[in-house]
């Protein structure tokens, strides 16, 4: 594996979000399950706080492509304790999708305000 060898698996977790990501653009919505799925893996044993953010976001966007809303409503958020502004964007605003895409749309109207006022969007 290209990471060990140069030292760089620190970047594990994003380069299989970014891997998952476009195999769900191609519609490999089970093959970028399971990508993201270890991207998540990795994120958590190096105790990558934003990997574990940012996967959930994209596992939630995933979901919700391959007709699986549902299953995304049920996943529990990850702790957003001191995320940066842009992640709890992401999350809040990929939890909504997810709300909307099941029929939840009071839930999901309050996540895409939420999502706007942590990302520092102003109302309109």
Do not use: W
Not at 43 to 64: C, E, F, T
């Amino acid at each position: 594996d290209d990471l060990l060898r140069y030292r760089i698996e620190v970047g594990s977790p994003y380069i299989r979000i970014v891997r998952a990501a476009a195999l769900s653009g191609l519609g490999l919505h089970k093959d970028a399950l399971t990508e993201i799925d270890a991207a998540l893996e990795a994120a958590d044993s190096m105790s990558d706080l934003p990997g574990i953010q940012n996967g959930y976001a994209l596992k939630m966007r995933i979901l919700v492509a391959s007709g699986a809303a549902y299953r995304a409503c049920g996943l529990e958020p990850p702790d957003m304790d001191g995320a940066m502004p842009f992640v709890l964007g992401e999350v809040y605003g990929s939890r909504a999708l997810a709300m909307v895409s099941a029929g939840r749309l009071q839930e999901a109207e309050d996540l895409v305000l939420a999502a706007g006022a942590a990302s520092h969007f102003p109302r309109r």
